[in-house]
């Protein structure tokens, strides 16, 4: 059964450039791999590196558009930075990267290739149809490695439990675990000019080769 997604449309008239890119597939999630990290050590971290040595962090694209949205809905991109953001401050600076399972760490190989946040999430502790929308005051949830975080004026994933997921921090209920089976991954997307189809099919590829994923289904969230 395909999982429903939906944008609250009252987003749009604040930021305009707003899609999800979504895949969802199924995995047994597994430590992670060796052979993943070197490739990943070898081939995508140097290139990452030389591309944004020294560039302004507004001019990135991905973590451009994603720090334009947080501004125009009222977040300092600054203080709260967006995943995306995150990873790739830890390559320029020359630091690893965190080793956490075969989808999340197929997650960050995505992130870090296309200045985007991309959350994966357990679909057994998600209930109902999702919505992506702004938090309101008093929302928030426990960060995955971190406390409890205010996520007023966030753009979240929310569903009739609450909210759950976002660009810059996800929450340890619908958290990917070795327990997982059914996965949702989402890509936040806030720049009209990225090609998120050719960055699905990458990521279809990416979760099959390295994170064993089968039964791939992908599409794009839009307003309309």
Do not use: Q
């Not at 690893?96 to 357990?122: H, M, P, Q, T």
């Amino acid at each position: 059964m395909k999982v429903e997604i939906s944008i609250d449309r009252s987003l749009l008239s604040v930021y305009s450039a707003i899609r999800l890119g979504i895949l969802r597939f199924h995995a047994d999630v597994r430590e992670s791999d060796a052979a993943f990290w070197a490739y990943m050590d070898s081939e995508v971290l140097p290139g990452v590196r030389a591309e944004t040595e020294g560039r302004e962090w507004d001019s990135i694209p991905g973590i451009r558009g994603s720090r334009a949205a947080y501004k125009a809905f009222g977040r300092n991109p600054g203080r709260y930075r967006v995943s995306s953001e995150a990873l790739i401050r830890r390559v320029r600076r020359g630091d690893e990267l965190y080793r956490i399972n075969s989808v999340v760490d197929v997650n960050n190989l995505l992130s870090v290739e296309s200045g985007l946040s991309v959350g994966s999430y357990d679909l057994e502790h998600i209930h109902g149809p999702i919505l992506f929308r702004r938090a309101v005051e008093g929302e928030g949830y426990t960060g995955i490695g971190k406390a409890f975080l205010d996520m007023e004026n966030m753009l979240v994933l929310a569903d009739e439990d609450g909210i759950f997921g976002s660009s810059m921090s996800d929450s340890t209920r619908a958290m990917v675990t070795e327990r997982t089976k059914d996965i949702l991954a989402v890509v936040y997307c806030f720049e009209e000019e990225t090609d998120l189809g050719n960055l699905l099919t990458r990521g279809k590829e990416a979760f099959e080769k390295f994170a064993a994923a089968s039964e791939v289904e992908s599409w794009i969230v839009d307003g309309t």
